[in-house]
């Protein structure tokens, strides 16, 4: 299929700049005026057609900062017939990672003119989409563990979804971090450092990268020819961490499904008077922002929550406005962070 040529518009030499209206409202008139081009080419950029040449849109761009032009989201919205408006369901935001989630899609969804309304599952995930079909949201981005409702839920055929860490749902596009391979890599890397066995502080059991971590985990220890000991189970937080020590007193190594629960048991180990690393390692996973200033500084796997969200909202707003109808499943890599904890 031919692709639309850009349209490039030159600027005249002594462009007009037309006084605020009676309201004090910036309008397409002004901003087309500064940027010496028309109204349909400003209308298009604040629409978000792609058919406008890079050099017009920077001028444009510029001008309307430079006067501190705001589109009118009612016209916006009757023009279009969308909402310019995107939904995200959480269950919580006590754990670091759907807080670092929430700013991230709200950052790529400004970026993109959308604005970000935030509503909860924890009625049910078919209250969320009911919420948030009312709202008249233009689509929806389910995260974390309120993807772990999805695929028991009948999604609504008339709401564009992407799910974050969750099986593929039909009629969906999913993004999730490649959560197996972190932990291979986490379990691997204590090995590596000469910790003969490593035990799985995991998440909850309905979560999707929590089972998915605990398989990386099963697997690197099948690889090396080593039997699995029976995961120890937490809810992510760090008393559920804290908890787990306990059970994990006489663990070589211990590697854990997120830092919070990492961060407990250190706690725990230390009231213990187990040394880590010397006589215990342990490796949790997120990179929360205070994972180098824990005590010893936490080597984990760092999950890139910006690119997530990124893709989350690029994958939704190509859906929106029609750019893509693809239903894909995208999976993002994560690091190894080596820290004085396996040391």
């Known amino acids: 299929m031919m692709s639309q040529p850009l349209e490039p518009e030159p600027s005249p030499a002594q462009p007009t700049h037309p006084a605020p209206g009676a ?42 900062a430079a006067l501190g032009y705001r589109p009118h989201r009612a016209a916006r919205t009757l023009r279009t017939g969308r909402s310019q408006t995107i939904g995200l369901i959480v269950t919580t935001l006590t754990t670091i990672g759907n807080s670092r989630m929430l700013q991230a899609t709200a950052e790529a969804a400004a970026e993109r003119g959308y604005a970000l309304t935030l509503v909860t599952a924890a009625h049910g995930i078919a209250a969320a989409f009911d919420s948030l079909i009312a709202q008249e949201v233009d689509g929806a981005i389910v995260l974390n563990e309120a993807s772990a409702q999805v695929a028991a839920a009948t999604l609504p055929p008339d709401l564009r979804l992407v799910i974050v860490d969750a099986p593929k749902a039909a009629n969906s596009t999913s993004v999730h971090s490649d959560h197996a391979r972190g932990a ?37 220890l099948l690889q090396a020819g080593i039997g699995a000991p029976e995961p120890v189970r937490g809810n992510w937080s760090a008393e559920s961490g804290y908890s787990a020590g306990a059970l994990l007193s006489g663990a070589p190594a211990v590697f854990c499904a997120n830092d919070q629960m990492a961060l407990g048991l250190l706690r725990s ?21 205070d994972a180098a200033n824990y005590q010893p500084p936490l080597t984990t796997i760092r999950q890139d929550f910006t690119a997530l969200a990124h893709r989350a909202v690029q994958a939704l707003v190509a859906d929106i406005e ?17 820290r004085d904890s396996t040391r």
């Open 23 to 64: 309201t004090g409202r910036v309008s397409m008139a002004m901003v087309a005026a500064r940027a010496g081009v028309s109204g349909q080419t400003v209308s298009r950029v604040v629409n978000g057609s792609p058919r406008v040449d890079p050099a017009t849109r920077a001028r444009i761009e510029d001008a309307m």
């Open 184 to 220: 291979f890599t986490a379990t691997t890397h204590l090995l590596q450092r000469g910790y003969h066995v490593v035990h799985h502080l995991a998440g909850p059991a309905d979560s999707f990268a929590a089972n998915e971590r605990e398989r990386g985990w099963r697997e690197a």
């Open 269 to 289: 180990f230390a009231n213990q008077g187990r040394r880590v690393p010397e006589q215990v390692g342990v490796v949790g996973f997120d990179d929360v922002p």
């Open 322 to 338: 029609g750019t893509s109808t693809t239903w894909s499943t995208t999976v993002i890599p994560t690091t190894l962070i080596d």
